[in-house]
């Protein structure tokens, strides 16, 4: 079964700073990943995608992250924080199931969250 | 292109009561997933609609149900509700189904009391 482990519930940057945050995940084959972002009170917004190609993958807002297989990793960076990244970040892990009846899809796994703050 | 719209927004029920959730999916998009986002949680997942039928379920209840209509939209019903059932519901739809990136709608804030 596919799990997602984020290592740090809440992680608190200065404006400008370096952000990562962190990401290990479980799965049985070589899985999609995924960083989602969610605002306050809002849905939640793709920032990048890991799907079996490059291992290092940019997303939107400056954002990237690099997949890891031996580490089982999918760390989330940005070299340079800005005030509206404060934001909840979801780090998710996508896999092919198959159900008893015979009918399948993608289901996606997703982490308990890690809250950024961004001092000014 | 129109992204994934849900409504309403926000919904108050009292606990025993029913209610049905809707949404609509991103323009050529035929899976539709529905998510339950307790406070201070990541989204659970409840079901996967594709081209009308149920095609994978989460560890939800039977009285979670839901529907795929031709035009790809769908609905996310809840019958005898139960305080626990408080949470943002969020609605995903992506091209089709497998291990493809999702894309969400806002979400409806369910309140039982």
């Known amino acids: 079964a596919q799990s997602v482990t984020q290592l740090d519930s809440h992680v608190s940057v200065s404006e400008g700073t370096p952000v990562l945050l962190r990401c290990n995940y479980s799965?049985?084959?070589?899985?999609?990943l995924f960083w989602y972002v969610q605002h306050p009170n809002k849905g939640l917004q793709l920032l990048l995608k890991y799907t079996s190609a490059a291992t290092l993958v940019k997303g939107i807002n400056g954002f990237e992250a690099e997949f890891k297989k031996s580490e089982t990793s999918f760390h989330l960076t940005k070299p340079s924080a800005h005030m509206s990244d404060a934001a909840e970040y979801f780090c998710v892990v996508s896999e092919w199931r198959v159900e008893v009846g015979g009918t399948s899809y993608g289901k996606l796994t997703f982490g308990q969250g890690t809250i950024l703050t961004v001092h000014p | 292109e129109t992204g994934v719209t849900q409504s309403p927004t926000h919904l108050i029920k009292t606990r025993g009561q029913q209610v049905t959730l809707r949404c609509s999916s991103q323009?050529?998009?035929?899976?539709v997933s529905w998510y339950q986002q307790a406070l201070g949680q990541g989204p659970q997942f409840i079901f996967q609609y594709y081209r009308e039928e149920e095609n994978g379920r989460g560890n939800f209840p039977p009285r979670f149900s839901g529907l795929q209509f031709p035009n790809y939209s769908s609905e996310l019903n809840v019958n005898a509700l139960e305080l626990d059932d408080s949470a943002l519901y969020l609605c995903?739809?992506?091209?089709?189904?497998?291990?493809?990136?999702?894309?969400f709608g806002p979400g409806t804030r369910l309140t039982v009391t």
């Open positions: 995903a739809s992506s091209e089709r189904t497998g291990v493809y990136e999702q894309y």
């Open positions: 323009s050529g998009h035929n899976t």
């Open positions: 799965s049985s084959y070589s899985p999609s």
